[in-house]
């Protein structure tokens, strides 16, 4: 995977993420790598979905041009990576 950049300049919108957590030790994302900052997620940590946009589903892209509510490709971070909060 490409590093991470922080090469475009982004303006929070209001809408807040959802926040998942803490994570129980067995839960599916222990161990994969943040994509914020490169460290896995761990027991306890809060995280959040970022939706990145419809991805190659036509009728989901259709859905997202329309305005409509459709399924997004979403990433896993930690809290902190997708809000600043600790
Ligand atoms: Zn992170």
């Known amino acids: 995977m490409t590093k991470p950049s922080?090469?475009?300049?982004?303006v929070p919108s209001?809408?807040?993420p959802e926040k998942m957590g803490p994570?129980?030790?067995d839960h599916p994302?222990?161990?994969d790598l943040c994509p914020a900052c490169?460290?896995?997620?761990?027991e306890g940590e809060l995280v959040t979905l970022v939706v990145l946009g419809p991805g190659d589903d036509p009728e989901e892209r259709k859905k997202a041009r329309e305005g409509?509510?459709?399924?997004?490709?979403?990433?896993?971070?930690?809290?902190?990576?997708?809000?600043?909060?600790e």
Do not use: D, K
């Open 29 to 31: 994302l222990i161990g």
């Open 14 to 16: 209001e809408s807040r």
């Open 23 to 25: 994570l129980e030790l």
């Open 68 to 85: 409509e509510p459709y399924h997004a490709v979403a990433l896993p971070l930690h809290w902190a990576c997708a809000t600043g909060e």
């Open 38 to 42: 490169n460290v896995p997620f761990r």
């Open 6 to 10: 922080r090469e475009s300049e982004y």
